[in-house]
């Protein structure tokens, strides 16, 4: 008991049946494959040096890292407004606009992909709307984040709906009652209560998007290979298991990395809950 | 209203479209007679959903989807729950790890997840079995449940359980009747992910699925190098008809309480 | 909650996990076949498997879609459960080479009916099928449309988008080769630079497929009039009534390999029915009626339909026309430094 007592409190228990059972279904079975990256085909750090050796690989991870950043971002700019408004909106507006959030959930990943090739094809539904010469959208950037977003939406929405939920509303009265303009009350008052729940919902679509494979597989082009699709190829197609996990150390490192200097910026403590 | 707020309703409205579209396009073309994708159909049949229901291999497949995400919801709503509660509120050694540790399932590419369990549970024998897919999937699910309730518990006022300890309530029913009420947003958050995630998972689910256990967006996905069965679309629809009709539900009855 | 509903989730937990799941257990009488999946491996298995399966009172198991990541995951860990897999040959020659798959005994698998360039030491043949040349019969007529690669790559003469499959062994290069005035028996080994010069000349045009939804999507949309695809996509497009027609001149003739992976308990098995598959000419017939991919045997084409043989790269009108067999053997020893140089071109 005493030794149980130095590994925390009581609350701080609780967190051990979930570490437990990660690292027995997850972190056991991980480290076996990613320990193939130093050893296959043959030991040492061979992969590693194949990876730095074609600009196409690191063009990869840049593009990875980049396409997320813009999926979140434009994901913050829908995501965070609807957020607000259904916390302000009355009942029936609000179900609806919970209907919509929800409504994509039921249709399989594979399924919206495909409507979205539909839609966006040069032949598609939304180019028959715009005049003249058909708009690229598909097979390009434009085309994953047009998915992605719509993919991401839904888990960024809900979070921050919940986190701005809980705010209480009369803080903001408080401040235009104490002088302040509308927008300075939002920033000063509101912006920063709701900031947790929003950077968790971002940090969450984010790191979500950096693995994706089947809608940058489908709709982007050849340009626009993220790092879980060259993953899949050298995992099933030229079956150089060694590198593809070389792959995901380097992508789960340079996110680390990435998630370390965001912490200096921002109290990521805060959006995983380690906070208080 | 303010100007800034009709901006704002104007702009969540086309969100809302955005969100709904590919699904929307996806009812029409479920009742194409084509044996292929196709907006907008030339022609109209019920086949897809003819083949949904003759066909045991969808079937089975919905089902084994359905009792796999089920259980997934529950099991990683209680690990989810209970490391959310000791890491917002406890004090325990190793922190950035533990939520390095929590955080890691989603960042670790799905495949290589897939190929790492694959192998692991070739020798366990738990391939092709519910609690195989269980164990994954709420691998793959829980973050999403700590994520959403620590948001929730952070935002959370403390005094109110003080509050009820002080009148007399235990720790198992202030928990029951004061805290989880407060969370309760969070919590069914967290549940529609974690359910989500597991019923919609294809990339570890192709390496765990085979002839005796096979889920449906690996059914789905199955025959997609070669061709897409439009049953797929079928399917879509009506799980989105369930969805609404539940919400539909919901809403009346919440309507007649008040 | 309370502690017993609490209890009750627990044991109700247990109880639906319990039930799902089993395993096959050891039925010496039992074979599972792997394919690429979808309606096309509902077809094989009623042609190819079933009578036979039914008639010797073995139980069929059907698994999809090959994945060869699964393929050697089974092998290293000793656990296979896969048992005659569809592949395509260049796999089979890498399989074969590592061990992963089990050496075909010629004395039980009589593969002399078959073509010998489509049998290997882990393999045999399963079907044939041709990348041809597809056109969109509304952009273009059955007189005026491209009819060899050289026409194909002339995007001045014939205006439009070109669809190429996104993999290396998707007979692009040999396309480009060809294209490019390289003899028809000079190809291999693959002037690969050579191959990527003139590949230039077209890029901006070039649009890349995944799957064979896209391909009959891209194609019948007319978004890219013209696409090196798989005969039997088209064949299925222009049955469903879209404006599609494959042109057979200069095509490459391609196919899929059966192989047995290494450590699968019942190879005996599936080599006994690997060795009536090659001689089945009826159950091969049923088949290409439906996919138009082509029986392997010769001597099942007598028996094809004759409006789907015309359809077939092994009719013998077609097969005047083929510019070529696909050479895997080469393809198996270049395609990771292929597909590297390829991925890294198709990304600038």
């Not at chain 3, 074979?31 to 009172?57: C, F, H, N, Y």
């Not at chain 3, 799957?211 to 007319?222: K, N, P």
């Not at chain 3, 026309?321 to 990771?336: E, F, S």
Request: aromatic share 10%; net charge positive; with cysteine.
């Amino acid at each position: 008991m005493t030794a149980l007592r130095r590994l925390g409190d009581g609350w701080g228990m609780l967190v051990l049946p979930l570490a437990a059972f990660l690292l027995v279904v997850f972190v056991y079975p991980l480290a076996s494959v990613l320990a193939r990256s130093l050893t296959d085909p043959e030991p040492g750090l061979g992969n590693y040096a194949a990876f730095f050796d074609s600009p196409v690989y690191l063009d990869v991870l840049g593009n990875t890292f980049v396409t997320a950043g813009l999926v979140t971002l434009v994901t913050l700019l829908l995501g965070f407004p609807y957020a607000y408004l259904m916390t302000v909106a009355r009942p029936f507006w609000r179900g609806v606009l919970m209907a919509a959030v929800l409504v994509p959930f039921w249709t399989s990943l594979l399924v919206r992909t495909f409507a979205w090739v539909l839609l966006l094809r040069d032949t598609g539904v939304v180019n028959a709307l715009i005049p003249g010469e058909p708009v690229p959208l598909l097979r390009n950037l434009a085309g994953i984040t047009i998915g992605m977003v719509q993919v991401m939406l839904p888990f960024a929405v809900l979070p921050m709906y919940a986190t701005m939920r809980g705010i209480d509303r009369r803080l903001l009265r408080a401040a235009e009652g104490l002088g302040a303009t509308p927008v300075f009350a939002f920033w000063r008052v509101y912006a920063p209560l709701a900031l947790p729940g929003v950077a968790a919902a971002l940090l969450l679509v984010f790191v979500s998007t950096l693995g994706f494979y089947v809608t940058p597989a489908l709709l982007g082009g050849p340009k626009d290979v993220m790092i879980g699709e060259l993953i899949v190829q050298q995992l099933s197609g030229v079956l150089r298991w060694g590198f593809a996990s070389a792959l995901a150390v380097i992508l789960l490192l340079v996110t680390g990395a990435l998630l370390l200097v965001a912490s200096r910026l921002v109290d990521l403590r805060k959006m995983i809950g380690s906070g208080s | 209203m303010r100007p800034g707020r009709i901006a704002l309703w104007v702009l969540a409205a086309l969100t809302a479209v955005y969100l709904v579209l590919p699904v929307f396009i996806v009812i029409p073309t479920s009742f194409s007679a084509s044996s292929f994708l196709e907006f907008p159909p030339k022609e109209w049949s019920g086949r897809w959903y003819e083949n949904f229901f003759t066909d045991p291999v969808w079937l089975d497949s919905a089902l084994a989807s359905l009792r796999v995400a089920v259980l997934v919801t529950l099991l990683s709503l209680v690990l989810g729950t209970a490391a959310a509660l000791g890491m917002v509120r406890g004090r325990y050694r190793l922190r950035a790890l533990v939520s390095g540790l929590v955080m890691a399932p989603v960042l670790v590419p799905y495949v290589i997840v897939g190929l790492a369990v694959y192998a692991t549970f070739l020798e366990l024998g738990l391939t092709q079995t519910t609690l195989g897919f269980v164990l994954v999937h709420t691998a793959l699910a829980v973050p999403y449940v700590v994520i959403t309730v620590s948001s929730s518990l952070v935002s959370f006022d403390r005094r109110l359980e003080q509050a009820a300890m002080s009148l007399g309530a235990g720790p198992v029913s202030t928990f029951a009747r004061v805290t989880l009420p407060l969370i309760a947003p969070g919590l069914a958050g967290g549940a529609v992910f974690a359910f989500v995630t597991s019923f919609d998972e294809v990339v570890t689910g192709v390496f765990l699925s085979g002839p005796d256990l096979t889920t449906l967006p690996v059914q789905m996905w199955s025959g997609v190098r070669v061709q897409i069965d439009p049953t797929v679309a079928a399917v879509s629809t009506m799980l989105l008809l369930v969805t609404l009709a539940v919400f539909a539900t919901a809403g009346l009855l919440r309507r007649r309480k008040s | 909650m309370s502690r017993r509903t609490m209890v009750a989730a627990v044991a109700g937990l247990l109880a639906l996990t319990a039930c799902g799941g089993g395993s096959g257990g050891a039925d010496a009488k039992e074979l599972t076949v792997v394919m690429w999946g979808g309606d096309d491996q509902k077809r094989s298995v009623a042609a190819w498997i079933e009578p036979w399966a039914k008639s010797k009172g073995v139980t069929v198991k059907q698994d999809s879609p090959t994945d060869y990541a699964k393929f050697r995951a089974q092998v290293e860990s000793k656990k296979v459960s896969w048992g005659a897999v569809e592949v395509e040959p260049n796999f089979a020659v890498t399989a074969c080479q590592n061990g992963w798959a089990v050496k075909l005994d010629k004395a039980k698998v009589d593969t002399s009916m078959v073509k010998p360039e489509l049998v290997g030491d882990c393999a045999a043949p399963v079907l044939e099928y041709a990348f041809t040349i597809a056109y969109n019969t509304k952009a273009f007529t059955a007189e005026n449309h491209p009819k060899t690669w050289a026409e194909f790559f002339d995007t001045a003469k014939f205006p439009g988008k070109r669809g190429f499959w996104k993999y290396a062994t998707g007979a692009i290069f040999e396309a480009a080769l060809l294209a490019d005035g390289v003899p028809r028996d000079k190809l291999y080994p693959l002037d690969i630079d050579r191959a990527f010069r003139k590949l230039d000349t077209i890029k901006k045009d070039i649009v890349f497929y995944e799957t064979g939804e896209q391909q009959q999507q891209l194609i019948s949309s007319g978004e890219t009039p013209l696409i090196q695809a798989w005969n039997g996509r088209i064949f299925a497009a222009a049955k469903d009534g879209q404006p599609v027609a494959n042109e057979w001149n200069e095509h490459f003739l391609s196919y899929d390999q059966l192989v047995i992976p290494a450590g699968y308990p019942r190879a005996d098995l599936a080599m006994e029915w690997l060795n009536h598959f090659l001689s089945d000419t009826k159950g091969q017939a049923q088949y290409a009626n439906q996919a138009a991919y082509a029986p392997v045997n010769d001597k099942a084409l007598p028996l094809v339909d004759p409006q789907v043989r015309k359809e077939l790269p092994t009719d013998p009108a077609n097969a005047k026309k083929r510019a070529a067999i696909i050479d895997y053997t080469y393809w198996a020893a270049n395609y990771d430094k292929v597909t590297e140089r390829f991925n890294e071109w198709m990304a600038r």
